[in-house]
């Protein structure tokens, strides 16, 4: 384990953008990371292997992503997976190398992203517009012209630029099949949730209160991160606009908890699927990707994100903006500080809140960011800036578009 | 919510910046034993300035680092209830990358504080009416750092205190108001962006902050206290609270680049024809402030200096200017404190409440050529002196900045990184604070948004430069009686010096 993550550290520090990895060369990928689960036991004492994270987010198909996985990153993948189990050894073929990764895949029970359908390309294509307007903007004096009349300057700019001809288009929507699926899934759920409300509005009142008593037991959380883990954990953050952030931590022991989790996490599944797809995790809008991972059979949970701004910042958008979901979450995982019926409480207690999350922080030696400057802010300011190029818009709008510049 | 501060506890510089007393004097030192250490807070503790009433003619007060309260004999599982950017110190690598002492702010290069200087054991902060009663204060001081073979790092002057900073803008004039201190009381009511009182707790540890709780602080078992020198928990634990009434001071060294500074500006607002154009300098540089020389905010008096306006402090972003085009969003003045404009609802009392949480309390003194206050910017022999090209400064000159805060990391080190020196802060791409951000690697631009378009002011040079600092511990006095009489369970065996990391 120690020699695996300097290992990764070390070629972390060189960019894995290049060789071994080459993610530079994975268009769709918008970030990856591996950390380390250390060896340990569960609540029950049953030993729990260490284990290899690694984590990508990409705009493609799994079947093309592990593909490129194989052929671009074959190198990197090889060193950093040769230390686990059942790994196919360096003469392995191909074929063989990706069904191990298929194999070893662990879905996510609920994902977030940013803005649903916007992908790498669009990112960074939107970046470079951004980019030449304002050096554009920068080039010309515009003392006396109107908002509209600088705006159609744009226009006639954008439109005799071959190279930015694509941005007089709107994006390419997500595939029929995708958008076809989420719709049905976005009837299903409530249909279904409708058809057993008679079943619900029995249960929910005794779970309820199931809940309250076994909230009762909780202790306040009066551990503190050591400075060693702090400082480890540190180390690799705070170097970009960006930062990878991972937790992971057990679930509570128990049938109520079990059930709760899943429950909520098949909510929070529902949320970022259908309500949080554009822009803001109601109301956080510093985080690009966020995902909940149960792991070894919903003993354990690992929760990662890639978010803008320090762990300090995004952990005060938790306790000002999003503590009921947090503590929907994760109060179900142990170390929690106390809540009272499962909203309220908990990320609340500030200090109790910031350690219990520092305690669990698990350092990224490796991660990867494909737009590691730009904040989620920014992105989609670009992506206003574009769409802003459509369309007619009265000189009050022009004058609204033209401060996104 | 009525809480009672314990004044005759407290030292009087959380109370008071001192304004009656304009000459101060920093003295930061080391001691070379436990001895030396405890036989100058023997002799300095009976001069600590309370933060009950006050009339004298001078002040002293007293800080340390956790080397400092180390070599005291306090042991590391105190020293452990500390913050733990208290105990790894300001200068190590993942601090300075999160403060931005990079590049020519490095600590290698400061003048003292650095990795490659002395430890610093303690910070003793002295004040007075007149520059004859702070040489005499002082001279007793040396004296007694003498005598006990106690090495002075370095004795920091001030010059003083007027109204303005060294880039010659009227400074200090937007400071919490700190619940439980008379100021407070007088405060307008508590829904305006200036007039805003925080809880103690985000000043004084021991008392509920922000969130209505008590800040983690270093707190020790009744048995470890046996005369009961130390208040009890307030939180009724029964232990002994060794921070109670103290709280952190933040002390930075920041090298000011004046002649630099006006000489941009200048160059920046030149007109067609090559000339110079002072008043386009003058409002450059209040648009990088966000404040004019004489202090009227931006929001209030967009286009020329209002020295009627020059106290003027209680106004929002939200509402009268949320583009930023009287006062730039990334303005000095609109990060380190955006008021009412932070998410996720701004021009709300919810936004005014996450921003009560990232306030400072700040206490610098400038320093520089000793011709007193620096002059107002916008006085044309000031800018015309400073913003010629052939003037080097024959002093260096700035801010030893100092604020108080009850936690380092969510007050002091937040606002640090993510206002003042994050390129993207509020929406912005490659802009750090104008006046005193970081420009490594990234933040070299200034946007100034106008109508019909913006205007912005690239590779823009860095104007200030760190040259020193520490973290402190300002205990309550009881805490110091208590650090105090440790001396007599600790042996005068050096302090070692693997310790201190």
Not at chain 1, 146 to 158: G, K, P, S
Not at chain 1, 177 to 184: G, I, K, M, Q, V
Not at chain 2, 423 to 444: C, K, N, Q, V
Request: glycine share 10%; proline share 8%; aromatic share 10%.
């Amino acid at each position: 384990m120690p020699e695996l993550r300097h290992w990764l550290a070390e070629t972390a520090k060189k960019g894995l953008g290049e060789a071994p990895f080459g993610f530079a060369r994975c268009l769709r990928l918008h970030f990856a990371r591996f950390y380390l689960l250390e060896e340990t036991a569960d609540l029950d004492g049953r030993p729990i292997p260490a284990s290899l994270v690694f984590m990508s987010e990409v705009d493609a198909p799994l079947r093309l992503h592990l593909a490129e996985l194989a052929d671009v990153a074959q190198g990197g993948i090889d060193q950093a997976f040769q230390h686990c189990t059942g790994y196919p050894g360096p003469g392995a073929r191909r074929r063989e190398r990706i069904a191990w990764l298929r194999r070893h895949r662990v879905r996510a029970s609920a994902f977030y992203v940013n803005t649903v359908g916007r992908g790498v390309a669009q990112i960074r294509g939107e970046a470079r517009l951004r980019e030449e307007l304002e050096d554009y903007l920068d080039r010309c004096d515009h003392t006396g012209r109107t908002a509209t009349e600088v705006r159609r300057d744009l226009h006639a700019y954008v439109a005799g630029r071959a190279d930015l001809a694509w941005a007089a288009k709107p994006p390419a929507p997500p595939s029929l099949l995708f958008r076809t699926h989420e719709a049905l899934h976005m009837v299903a759920v409530p249909a279904v949730l409708l058809l057993a409300l008679p079943v619900l509005l029995a249960v929910l009142p005794v779970w309820a209160v199931l809940l309250r008593i076994d909230e009762r037991r909780d202790r306040p959380f009066t551990q503190r991160p050591t400075l060693q883990h702090l400082e480890e954990v540190a180390s690799y953050e705070d170097f970009s606009t960006q930062n990878p952030f991972a937790v992971a931590g057990f679930v509570r022991p128990g049938r109520l908890r079990q059930l709760t989790f899943r429950a909520v996490l098949f909510l929070t599944d529902y949320g970022v699927r259908h309500i949080f797809t554009h822009d803001s995790l109601a109301g956080v809008k510093t985080i690009h990707f966020a995902r909940w991972v149960p792991l070894d059979g919903w003993r354990r949970m690992t929760f990662a994100s890639n978010y803008d701004g320090a762990v300090e910042a995004y952990n005060d958008d938790f306790i000002n903006i999003i503590w009921w979901g947090l503590n929907a979450t994760f109060s179900n995982g142990i170390d929690y500080p106390p809540t009272r019926w499962l909203f309220f409480g908990g990320a609340k207690l500030e200090e109790q809140f910031k350690n219990t999350i520092r305690c669990h922080q698990v350092a990224v030696p490796a991660w990867y960011a494909a737009y590691p400057e730009l904040s989620a802010d920014n992105i989609e300011n670009n992506a206003q800036i574009r769409a802003g190029l459509r369309g007619d818009m009265s000189p009050a709008q022009a004058e609204q578009w033209l401060s996104l510049l | 919510m009525a809480v009672k501060l314990d004044l005759d506890d407290i030292q009087g510089l959380i109370a008071r910046g001192y304004r009656t007393l304009p000459h101060a004097r920093f003295t930061i030192f080391a001691a070379h034993d436990a001895a030396d250490g405890h036989a100058l807070l023997s002799w300095l503790l009976p001069r600590i300035t309370p933060a009950g009433r006050f009339a004298g003619n001078s002040a002293l007060h007293l800080a340390y680092t956790a080397d400092g309260l180390r070599r005291l004999g306090l042991a590391e599982g105190v020293i452990a209830g500390f913050s733990p950017q208290f105990i790894e110190g300001m200068t190590g690598p993942n601090r300075s990358r999160f403060l931005g002492d990079v590049g020519e702010s490095d600590p290698h290069y400061w003048a003292w504080g650095g990795p490659q200087d002395p430890p610093v054991d303690g910070l003793i902060l002295l004040y007075a009416n007149s520059p004859e009663v702070l040489d005499a204060k002082q001279a007793e001081l040396a004296r007694q750092l003498d005598g006990l073979a106690l090495r002075q790092i370095t004795v920091l002057d001030t010059l003083k205190l007027g109204n303005n900073e060294p880039f010659g803008f009227h400074d200090g004039i937007s400071q919490p108001i700190i619940q439980g201190l008379p100021r407070a009381s007088g405060a307008a009511s508590a829904g305006t962006p200036g007039g805003r009182v925080v809880p103690a707790g985000e000043f004084v540890l021991g008392y509920p902050n922000a969130y209505g709780q008590l800040t983690s602080r270093p707190l020790l078992p009744a048995a470890g206290d046996p005369r009961r020198l130390l208040p009890r928990d307030p939180a009724g634990s029964g232990a002994a609270d060794l921070g109670r009434n103290g709280c952190y001071l933040v002390m930075r060294q920041l090298e000011q680049d004046v002649a630099g500074f006006w000489r941009y500006a200048g160059q920046a607002t030149r007109r067609p024809d090559g000339s110079g154009d002072p008043g386009a300098r003058t409002a450059l540089a209040a648009k990088m402030v966000g404040r004019w020389p004489s202090g009227a905010p931006l929001v209030e008096t967009p286009d020329r200096d209002d020295p009627r306006l020059g106290d003027h402090n209680d106004f929002g972003y939200y509402r009268t200017d949320p583009l930023g085009l009287a006062c730039p969003v990334g303005a000095h003045i609109r990060r380190v404190n955006p008021r009412d404009s932070l998410d996720p609802q701004p021009g709300t009392e919810a936004s005014l409440a996450v921003n009560d949480g990232h306030r400072l309390l700040r206490r610098g003194r400038s320093y520089g050529p000793g011709d007193g206050a620096p002059t107002a910017a916008g006085n044309d022999s000031h800018t015309e002196r400073t913003a010629r090209a052939d003037v080097t400064p024959q002093h260096q000159t700035g801010l030893h900045f100092i604020c108080l805060a009850a936690s380092l990391i969510r007050q002091f080190e937040f606002v640090q990184h993510t206002w003042l020196n994050n390129p993207t802060f509020h929406g912005l791409y490659d802009d750090t604070d104008p006046l005193i951000g970081s420009r490594d690697p990234r933040g070299a631009t200034f946007t100034v948004p106008a109508r019909p378009v913006r205007r912005r002011y690239r590779d823009l040079p860095q104007f200030v430069r760190t040259r020193g600092g520490a973290y402190f511990f300002l205990p309550g006095v009881s805490a110091l009686r208590y650090l105090d009489q440790l001396s007599a369970d600790v042996s005068s065996v050096p302090f070692p010096s693997s310790v201190t990391r």
